[in-house]
């Protein structure tokens, strides 16, 4: 069974950084092309960031280059979002998203997601 | 600044069918925008439904089907089911960027 678990979440004051984790097992992770979308409270989907199989290849949503990192350790089956300089509108809920393969963006697993507040 | 548009809500009765669509401001949805569609019900984690326009996973109920609706991309239900009723989401490529954009999302309503 495909599990995607997030965690790192928390309150965090603006200007702060945080780093996400998603554990991923019941699959071959280092196989898989991996995403981070978020969800602000009351809000639609809004996607983050995209990562390759072997982290060589990222790219990223405009309004959070720069700030924030994707990136993976396919040896402990984890996907990583190092999240800096954070903002009041960057609280949402992160979801740990699973691609089919590497092209055409087949999106299919979700995790549950873990809850960022950015807040003084 | 790209934008990707859904119907805000749609109403439909049990038994019915609906068309969502999703169109981008760049212009006409092709099939290499590759569209996948969401759908999430309140408190939960959204769940794939369709993805490269029309397929559909192992999971997606008989009843939704994915396509191509003139310059959109467009999702069906077919013979509504109360448990239907959910928030629908579209995301579509977007190659140039290569940044993928979501829609804002449709409140279905069955009544």
């Known amino acids: 069974e495909v599990q995607l678990v997030e965690s790192g979440g928390g309150l965090v004051q603006p200007g702060g950084s945080l780093r996400l984790s998603c554990a991923a097992s019941?699959?071959?992770?280092?196989?898989?092309?991996m995403h981070w979308v978020r969800q602000a409270p009351g809000k639609g989907l809004v996607w983050v960031a995209r990562?390759?199989?072997?982290?060589?290849?990222?790219k990223y949503a405009d309004s959070v280059k720069g700030r924030f990192t994707i990136s993976r350790d396919n040896a402990r089956n984890t996907l990583f979002l190092q999240m800096n300089s954070l903002r009041a509108e960057d609280t949402a809920v992160y979801y740990c998203?699973?691609?089919?393969?590497?092209?055409?963006?087949?999106?299919?697993?979700w995790g549950q997601g873990t809850l960022v507040t950015v807040s003084p | 600044q790209t934008v990707v548009t859904q119907e805000p809500s749609l109403t439909v009765s049990p038994g019915g069918t609906v068309t969502l669509t999703c169109a981008s401001s760049?212009?006409?949805?092709?099939?290499?925008?590759?569209p996948n569609w969401f759908q999430q019900k309140p408190g939960q984690a959204p769940r794939s439904l369709i993805y490269?326009?029309?397929n559909k996973h192992s999971w997606t109920p008989a009843r939704f089907s994915g396509s191509l609706l003139g310059d959109k991309a467009a999702l069906t239900l077919s013979g509504v089911q109360p448990e239907d009723e959910a928030e629908y989401y579209c995301?579509?490529?977007?190659?140039?960027?290569?940044?993928?954009?979501f829609g804002g999302g449709t409140k279905l309503t069955v009544l």
């Open positions: 998203v699973r691609e089919m393969y590497g092209y055409a963006w087949p999106i299919d697993y």
């Open positions: 019941g699959f071959t992770f280092r196989s898989y092309w």
């Open positions: 990562i390759s199989v072997d982290g060589s290849a990222t």
């Open positions: 760049t212009g006409a949805v092709t099939s290499d925008f590759y």
């Open positions: 490269n326009t029309d």
């Open positions: 995301l579509l490529y977007h190659g140039g960027v290569q940044q993928g954009l």
